[in-house]
Structures are given as structure tokens and as C-alpha cells.
């Protein structure tokens, strides 16, 4: 089994705890690639806490809340575009979902767009897709 890992950066703890109890207990068998997966997940409550996180780590997911404290999940999206040697598939998370929003997220290089509040199986699709992503590439 391998483990994919996983960056959760959002302001809000029970997103990230949220988060955190789901992904820790699923294990995905991803059909395109072959594998099994489990999750390994660092979270972060700051843009700039979740940058410095970035550097420092390879991360394969990157759950990214758009609206935090200081800078914003957009700038966050820009750093990890022309700053991060690695580049994580990016899913951006907002409490305002809006076509606008996600165009302007996909522009900026993330993955996907996941709306607040979500479901834990909306989670696990979305990540699903991530991951056979992240083999895809590989």
C-alpha cells in the first residue's frame, strides 16, 4: 500500500479536523493505476504557515480554503506556482461558492473546487479523483 500525503490549509478547525477523521481511515483502491492508497495529513490554519509547510514537504493533495487569514488561498496558489519545486495536486475549499471563484481558482492552477459545507462522501470523491490524478502523472 502506498501513502499519499496530504496538505490541509484552512482557518477553520473543524474542516481540518474534519478532514483529518476522514481521510485517516480511507483506503482507496484506485482502478487506473493499480494501487491501493492510504492518507497521511498535516494541516495548517494560515496561508503563510501552510507555505512554509510547502517548502518544507513534498505533499501529493493540497486542500486549500480560499478565504484566510492574511493571505488568501489564491496568493497561496500563486506561491506554490512559481515558488514550491513541488507542486501539489491543488483542491481549493470556500464557504462561497461561485462559478466566478472557481474559474479564478483553475486559473491560478488548482485541481478541483470543493464547496463548504461538505459531505464526507463528496470528500472522498473529489480525493479519489485527486489521487488517480497523482499516478496519472506519474
Known amino acids: 500500500m502506498e501513502t499519499l500525503k496530504v496538505i490541509v490549509i484552512d482557518d477553520e478547525m473543524g474542516i481540518r ?3 483529518r477523521r476522514v481521510l485517516s481511515k480511507l483506503i482507496l483502491e484506485l ?3 493499480g494501487k491501493t ?3 497521511e495529513i498535516i494541516t495548517f490554519e494560515t496561508g503563510e504557515a501552510g507555505v512554509e509547510g510547502l517548502k518544507e514537504n513534498k ?3 493540497c486542500l486549500l480554503d480560499n478565504k484566510l ?3 488568501n488561498g489564491t496568493e497561496v ?3 506554490i506556482r512559481k515558488e514550491c519545486s513541488h507542486k501539489p ?3 481549493m475549499i470556500t464557504a462561497f461558492p461561485s462559478v466566478e471563484t472557481a474559474d479564478i481558482a483553475m486559473a491560478h492552477g488548482a485541481f ?3 464547496g463548504k459545507p461538505f459531505k464526507p462522501d463528496e470528500l472522498k470523491t473529489i480525493i479519489q479523483k485527486a489521487a488517480e490524478k497523482v499516478y496519472d502523472q506519474n
Open 17 to 19: 479536523e474534519g478532514v
Open 31 to 33: 482502478p487506473q493505476s
Open 37 to 39: 492508497v492510504s492518507f
Open 59 to 61: 505533499f501529493d493533495i
Open 69 to 71: 487569514p492574511g493571505i
Open 77 to 79: 496558489l500563486e506561491i
Open 89 to 91: 495536486l491543488t483542491i
Open 112 to 114: 478541483d473546487f470543493l
